[in-house]
């Protein structure tokens, strides 16, 4: 079954679709939602009612291995995998810019992405996920879409900001000519990432946290998606004195022997240290409700340098919260929400002139469905 109502939701004329932040494998991920939204997509294409889209960019945290394990998100989630071939075999492009529920962002990052994306991509590979996205030169850190010399729009994808420009990229595709009206007839240089470049100094702590999770056993990684998805993260949340009573000191007991020292010491003084911290921080984001801190550190640590790169345009995920109407310094900055932790879904279309459009997914008036 195929939504008419949100297969009227995507336009037409896209000829870019980026949607981030899933995080198949972790509690309240909208995965079903979101394979809902590749089916609109394919409905689409095998209509010849999207004949212009070229890429479909994923911003991030696809994958989420900080809450689950290599081998149950291999398994889980294939219905999705196999959507994202069919589009490949649409000859349409689909990149992923990693985010930090993907691999380690410890500093010295820019230097260490390239690796530590292979080994991502290699893990996937030994739990026999095969699919045909899942390649090297589709993963990333930044992308950017661009007019070239010839007029023709290009999009390169880069594994450092420091190689942007400078030739070292992953992969560079023709994506088509440019028209002749709209905002692409003008200077236009698109930059697409993650977002969690973007995030204060401070928080290189919680990055922290992330790296660890990362390495941990299956069980420790459900413990803490409990914890932060189920827990933290719901506003009704009882007090974390309760949570240590329940479930997790039972399932630690329960699994012990899993643990070696090093993990057993890394247990207690999360537990002892660190716990109270990260509901500190959360319940601080969640006051928040819009991105100023991010958009604070790119006005001043990233956008002179975005600027003198001739940046006209960033996309952005990470935070969950979809925005698009912030200029900073001329460059408007978007954000493409998210697929956990949200009311609505949200994913963003690049139209055939390069205008930019934030759009919620919507499911509802499920009385015109028509059969797929
Ligand atoms: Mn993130």
Not at 38 to 59: C, G, H, P, S, T
Not at 256 to 270: A, D, E, P, R, V
Not at 351 to 361: L, P, T
Request: hydrophobic residues 40%.
């Amino acid at each position: 079954m195929v939504n008419q109502m949100a297969v009227k939701n995507i336009s037409n004329d896209t000829m870019v679709l980026i949607a981030s932040d899933q995080h198949l494998g972790a509690r309240k991920s909208k995965s079903e939602e979101f394979k809902a939204f590749l089916d609109q997509v394919i409905y689409k294409l095998d209509n010849e009612m999207l004949k212009k889209l070229k890429a479909f960019l994923l911003l991030g945290d696809f994958f989420d291995i900080v809450m689950d394990t290599y081998k149950d998100i291999s398994t889980d989630f294939k219905e999705i995998y196999n959507r994202l071939d069919v589009l490949l075999e649409n000859g349409i492009h689909v990149i992923i810019t990693l985010g930090n529920h993907e691999i380690s962002i410890r500093k010295p990052l820019e230097k260490r992405f390239k690796r530590r994306k292979n080994k991502m991509v290699r893990k996937f590979q030994r739990k026999k996920l095969r699919n045909k996205f899942l390649k090297r030169e589709n993963m990333c850190q930044y992308i950017v879409l661009r007019k070239n010399e010839n007029e023709q729009l290009e999009m390169i994808t880069y594994d450092s900001k420091n190689h942007i420009d400078k030739t070292r990229f992953v992969k560079a595709e023709i994506l088509g000519n440019i028209p002749h009206e709209g905002p692409l007839k003008g200077r236009y240089k698109c930059l697409f990432t993650h977002g969690f470049q973007f995030e204060p100094e401070k928080f290189s702590f919680f990055a922290l946290i992330w790296c660890f999770l990362l390495r941990m056993p299956g069980f420790i990684k459900e413990l803490f998606d409990i914890l932060w998805n189920g827990i933290i993260k719901t506003p009704e949340r009882p007090a974390i004195e309760q949570i240590d009573k329940a479930e997790f000191n039972r399932r630690i007991k329960e699994n012990k022997k899993m643990l070696n020292k090093k993990q057993k010491i890394s247990y207690f003084l999360f537990k002892r240290f660190i716990l109270k911290e990260l509901v500190k921080e959360a319940e601080r984001r969640a006051a928040i409700k819009d991105n100023s801190e991010f958009n604070k550190v790119i006005e001043e640590s990233y956008i002179d340098d975005f600027l003198e790169l001739g940046i006209t345009h960033v996309v952005y995920g990470h935070s969950h919260t979809k925005q698009e109407d912030v200029v900073i310094k001329g460059v408007p900055v978007f954000n493409t929400g998210g697929w956990q932790q949200v009311s609505e879904p949200a994913f963003i279309e690049i139209h055939s002139n390069g205008d930019i459009r934030v759009k919620s997914y919507t499911q509802k008036e499920e009385i015109s469905n028509i059969e797929a």
